[in-house]
């Protein structure tokens, strides 16, 4: 649904690319040979699959490599041109032994060891606004200085065991649009500061929507618009590029859901607009 409605709101003004599927060596930069090869043969066992939260197929396999590689992708659009964006991605609860949550393999975890090993990038910032706490990626990246995790999230929501980031802000149920983006804006500012980034990899989630099944916030969809737009304005003072990844969104409605994703798409189409006029000036 949202590949149908961005290519009908975004063309001929951006290119929509299938992705190739990440390869095994590209995933083995953060997943163990164990946790891979239990993948590609189907013997996760019965407690593993229940973690994952999906049934295993070769189909989900293929999909999660292919949604790794959109994710490396929009990395390198990135750095190309300011901006590159993935319909998919920001599976940030799989770690390197196991998926976890409806996350097979981290993807923001895989292309920023990719971009690393290929000496794209020295340092990179992970500015994550799914409403769940990216355990799997501040875990993957806890040992690398220079990709700094930062996550503002639910206290009380998935994952109940927290492996904490570089910088995290837990917030309470029910919090609404000004002070959510009061402490997004710190705690995003305090990221971007200490990590001196060449790349920001933003999960834009739709999960803080209040009207999300699983999300327990109260943002609305005007909110997470003014979410959006200061994650680029802060791109945009500082001159860094931006990949944004969805990441989650559990809409009563999955209508909201995809509006939301594609509002975000719409504006990084505007933040690349901005970066190209401050180019030409």
């Known amino acids: ?39 590609k043969s189907g013997s996760l066992t019965e407690a593993e699959v229940r973690r994952l939260g999906l049934p295993w197929s070769l189909e989900l396999v293929e999909r999660s490599r292919r949604s790794v590689g959109a994710t490396i992708a929009a990395c ?16 940030h609860h799989a770690c390197a032994d196991h998926g976890q949550g409806f996350c097979v393999f981290n993807d923001v975890a895989v292309a920023l060891k990719v971009l690393k090993s290929e000496n ?9 606004t799914d409403v769940h706490q990216g355990n799997g990626t501040a875990d993957i990246l ?47 500012r305090r990221a971007i500061a200490l ?5 920001i990899v933003y999960l834009a989630g739709a999960d803080p929507y209040e009207g999300d099944r699983l999300g327990r916030l109260a943002v609305s969809k005007a909110g997470l618009r003014r979410r959006d737009e200061l994650i680029f304005e802060l791109a945009l003072e500082e001159n860094i590029p931006v990949a944004v990844v969805m990441s989650g969104g559990y809409g009563r409605d999955i209508n909201d859901t995809v509006d939301i994703h594609t509002a975000t798409v ?11 006029s401050s180019r030409i000036r």
């Open 76 to 91: 390198n659009a990135a750095l190309s041109d300011g901006v590159g964006v993935s319909l998919s991605g920001g599976t």
């Open 120 to 128: 794209r990038i020295r340092r990179a910032v992970v500015l994550d």
């Open 195 to 199: 990590s001196s980034p060449d790349l």
């Open 142 to 188: 806890a040992g690398d200085p220079a990709l700094f995790t930062f996550s503002i999230h639910g206290e009380n929501n998935f994952p109940f065991r927290k492996i904490p980031g570089d910088l995290d802000v837990a917030l309470p149920d029910g919090m609404g649009d000004d002070a959510y983006i009061e402490l997004l804006e710190e705690g995003a």
């Open 1 to 39: 649904m949202l590949r149908e409605r961005v290519s009908s709101s975004i063309l001929p003004f951006a290119e929509l690319c299938t992705p190739e599927p990440a390869t095994d060596e590209q995933l083995l930069l953060a997943h163990t040979y164990d946790y891979l090869e239990k993948l």
């Open 266 to 276: 719409n504006l990084a189409l505007q933040f690349f607009e901005s970066i190209q």
